[in-house]
């Protein structure tokens, strides 16, 4: 059975998202963007063993402690697509920028393409690349559990935002509708901010891509 726990972590309460199989207690942790003592002391009092860190997308909020705890941790850094990589490249200026704690570049293991599989607390997660909000975001579904982790590509009655370098709009909404919405409508999934939803809720009543807000 694979549990989660949501995390918010940063200033911008970013929902930092740890899975693990209860049996086993082998984990993964989606999007370490900070406040790393506040995942470390949930992590082992739970006595669950990270085998591997998932990165959505390059954003200081979402990438911003990946590198510590992969280094602490000696796991290693898998995500996002290979386009974000700009973005973490300049995590150091980002968090000068926003008045963030030191943030450190790093190289993943594995960049991720759109189909990738990657295993995970006993099970398997598909990799949904979904551009828009920053060009290399993913999303990680996990199809039995029917739970995903979308980063800032969907919110419960909003969507990521594309004011930003390499951020297109119709591309986020294509991500959504086309990759996204193609989906089991039952999954849930839990956004990068905010409370969870499920797709099918979405996609019957998101002001920006339910189907009526579309025609
Ligand atoms: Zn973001
Ligand atoms: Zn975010």
Known sequence: ??????????????????????????????????DLA??????????????KILVTHGHLDHAGSVAEMATQRGVPIIGPHKEDKFWIDGMPAAAQQYGF??????????????????????????VVHCPGHTPGHVVFVQPEDKVAMVGDVIFKGS??????PKGDYQQLISSITDRLFSLDLDITFIPGHGPTSTLGFEKQTNPFVSDTALG
């Open 1 to 34: 059975m694979l549990r989660y726990q949501i995390i918010p972590v940063t200033p911008f309460q970013q929902n930092c998202t740890v899975f693990w199989n209860e049996e086993t207690m082998k984990g993964a942790i989606v999007d370490p963007g900070g």
């Open 38 to 51: 506040l995942l470390n002391k949930f992590i082992d009092e739970n006595n669950i063993e990270i085998e």
């Open 101 to 126: 704690p030191e943030a450190l570049a790093f190289e993943p293991d594995q960049w991720l393409e759109n189909g990738d599989k990657v295993e995970a607390a006993g099970v398997s997660f598909d």
């Open 159 to 164: 969507i990521g935002r594309t004011d930003f």
